[in-house]
């Protein structure tokens, strides 16, 4: 990190490093996959490998300039247009993404879907489906249908969830602005605005090997209470980080 006042300048070291080390390997799958596992170990934070990500997807850009270069005479110019549009599109990215802290939304996204998949493991398995499966041939079947019938039926989808967003902003930040049955979503279905019924649904689709998982999960918290406090396997330690409360104790 920079000393203040220039501690702002660390992301930005961090996004050349990014696309510096991405146009070394010349592959930005490679240098992502490199850095997951040092977030996970806690090497790297969630603040810092965001630039370092978006400062991949610049240096993944060098190749595709590099093989425009390559092109034959007659086609170079479209070549390097086609090139310089996935340079120029990263940045624009960038630029909306991080340059003002305000809409690093990514980050909070991301956190967001990480503390969801931690507890439903299938969350992550349906985000893959959806965002990279299922959204895209939906808008593509309707995108052939017509725009009309694309600005149909996305129109108030689009519109639905960008109120939903408001809505849950206004919920967190200025309750007092929304009336009594929009504070929360209880007037709603649970499973409108919870993830626990269709855990249970899918709990019960899942058959024998969630049973086996169940009763492997039983098994570990049925835990003998004469155990020392570091064999039990718990999130939960913070009295024992108290080295008066563990010297109080007959171990």
Not at 122 to 143: C, E, R, T
Request: proline share 7%; net charge positive; glycine share 6%.
């Amino acid at each position: 990190d920079f000393p203040f006042p220039f501690s702002w300048l660390t992301g930005y070291l961090a996004i050349i490093v990014g696309a510096v080390m991405t146009f070394v390997v010349q592959s930005s799958s490679v240098f992502t996959a490199a850095i997951v596992p040092l977030m996970g170990v806690g090497v790297i934070s969630m603040n810092r490998a965001y630039p370092l990500f978006l400062g991949s997807n610049i240096g993944t850009t060098t190749t595709a300039v590099l093989a425009a270069l390559a092109s034959p005479a007659e086609s170079l110019s479209e070549s390097v247009q086609v090139a310089f549009i996935h340079l120029f599109f990263n940045l624009s990215g960038l630029v909306l993404w991080y340059v003002v802290p305000y809409f690093r939304l990514p980050i909070h996204v991301a956190k967001k879907f990480g503390d969801i998949t931690a507890k439903y493991r299938w969350f992550a398995v349906l985000y893959l489906l959806l965002s990279f499966l299922i959204l895209p041939l939906a808008i593509f079947g309707l995108s052939m249908a017509g725009w009309i019938v694309l600005a149909a039926v996305g129109g108030p989808l689009l519109l639905v969830f960008i109120v939903a967003i408001i809505i849950n902003i206004l919920q967190k930040k200025f309750p007092k602005v929304l009336p009594r049955f929009l504070k929360n979503w209880d007037f709603l279905p649970i499973w409108l605005h919870s993830l626990a019924p269709w855990d249970r649904l899918i709990f019960k689709m899942c058959g024998c090997c969630c049973k086996k998982c169940s009763q492997h999960t039983d098994h570990q918290e049925e835990k003998p209470k004469d155990l020392l406090p570091v064999d039990i396997l718990s999130p939960e330690k913070h009295c024992y980080d108290n080295p008066d409360f563990v010297q109080s104790q007959n171990l």
